[in-house]
């Protein structure tokens, strides 16, 4: 199905006449034309066949992660080393003993690059690629404005990340309940809170995850103004993904860690201290939102300004 039909189906107007004497400016300040922009984006996005893969490969990230921690314990307890620390391998340590931790693994392990390369994809596309298919301009002709239109496109967006974090730690609770016992949960502070505190710290902590992601989302957007090329504003998008967590990597540049927007995203781990710490997951909350600021502004700039002709 073509990005226009598509539209079609999902209640967008790619094909419909500019109205005599123009669009409609009161059609454009009315809240119910904005939120019928946002749903129309919104499942858009969610009817793509691509956006489907995406989602199927974040959810088989947690199964290949359990399968493969399940095989090297045998499935016993105790798989050695403590709670402390809240990276990766740390919560790895912890799977045998309760499949909870799972959640807090699979998404330790698909933060830093499946997940944000998916973002990637979607953002970079978002106005790129209806230029590159030559419905971008239709999509102006309705009278939404250009603003509302990024603006729903961002929305669009930050919803994908929303989903794709709660698959993430959908597919990991399935699968750690399904290979391992569950039951209170040890946090990194060493003390245990009960199941039901587990399963809402995990669902938090896939919320900060999307959350963190916004900064990101925010710069792809901007990418994808600056060309005509969705497959070339996707991979400029992911390339600065790669650049951002290289630097972040190298210890004597370790001044400007703190400005990049993957630094603190493994922040997270905070959700499961007893009390939760909230130093770093304020500085990533604040970060985020800087980046949002600036990126987003720079989209709105660009792509009031930019001469659409496809």
Known sequence: MSRAEQRSTAGGRPGTPEPPGGPDPGGSRNPL???GILRSEVALLF?????????????AVPVLIGIAVRIETGGGGGGGGGPEGGGGPAF???????????????LA????????????V??????????????????????AGRTRLLLAKYASILSFCLVAALVVAASALAVGAL???VGEVT???????????????AVVTALVVAVSLAGFAALGLFVSTLTGSGIGAMAAAVGLLITAQILDSIPQ????????????WLSFADVLREPVHWDDLVRNFQLQGVYVAVFGSAAWARFTAKDITA
């Open 47 to 59: 009817r793509r066949h691509r956006t489907y893969a995406l989602l199927a490969v974040l959810a």
């Open 122 to 143: 979607v953002a970079g596309d978002a106005i790129a690629g209806e230029a590159s298919s030559g419905t971008l301009r239709y999509l102006l002709v309705a009278p």
């Open 92 to 106: 790895l340590a912890q799977v045998t003993n309760n499949g909870v931790f799972l959640v807090f693994a699979a």
């Open 253 to 264: 540049l370790s001044t400007v860690h703190p400005y990049l927007f993957p630094h603190y």
């Open 33 to 35: 034309w904005t939120l």
């Open 109 to 120: 392990a698909t933060l830093p690059v499946f997940l944000p390369m998916a973002v990637g």
């Open 179 to 181: 290979l391992f016992p």
């Open 187 to 201: 946090t990194i502070s060493g003390t245990r809170i009960s199941f039901g505190e587990g399963l809402v710290r």
